[in-house]
């Protein structure tokens, strides 16, 4: 079998995440940022797409990957400042995983917590001038939160994942 695993990543969250995965991963493989890939995709067996969270889906990079990728064995994976069993992390991955073709599969999906970029940063600071969401309580705390994020725990969980994955494609 051979997998590859893309990432997309601005906080360097979801690159980190991508390299557990690939760590965890049998057989030949390889891992590459999303766009380095080239346009051949056929040569592998799993394709690993991974994102940061950005407007309740994958971001322009991997939406574009994502829509590319027919009749392959997709696993989607990002990383988001949202708590990893809520309602708007549940969104992120439908909403991409929606944008495969339709003859491609999806495997899995995985969405761990990860740092926030630095617009979230200043909002948390009171320096950002006009905001999307209200800074409530709840939400700092859960961003305070995604600061510790990755971390070993959620690599660990990343590999068991990723190894389900490879396991559901050599047993098809």
Known sequence: MKSLVLWS????????????????????KEIMEEGREGNDL?????????????????????????????????????TAGTWPDSEAAKMYLANAAALLPENATCLGTFL?????????????????QETAHEMT????????EAEKHPNEEDFARAKAWAKEMADLVTSD
């Open 9 to 28: 990543s601005r906080t360097g969250n979801t690159k980190a995440v991508a390299e557990a995965i690939f760590e965890a991963l049998p057989g030949e």
């Open 42 to 78: 056929s040569s592998y067996d799993l394709v690993f797409v991974g994102f940061w969270g950005y407007r309740r889906g994958a971001d322009p990079l991997a939406q574009k990957t994502l829509s590319s990728l027919f009749g392959k064995h997709v696993a989607i994976y990002a």
């Open 112 to 128: 761990c917590q990860g740092r926030v970029n630095s617009f979230h940063q200043k909002k948390l600071a009171g320096l950002a």
């Open 137 to 144: 309580p709840e939400r700092l705390a859960r961003l305070e």
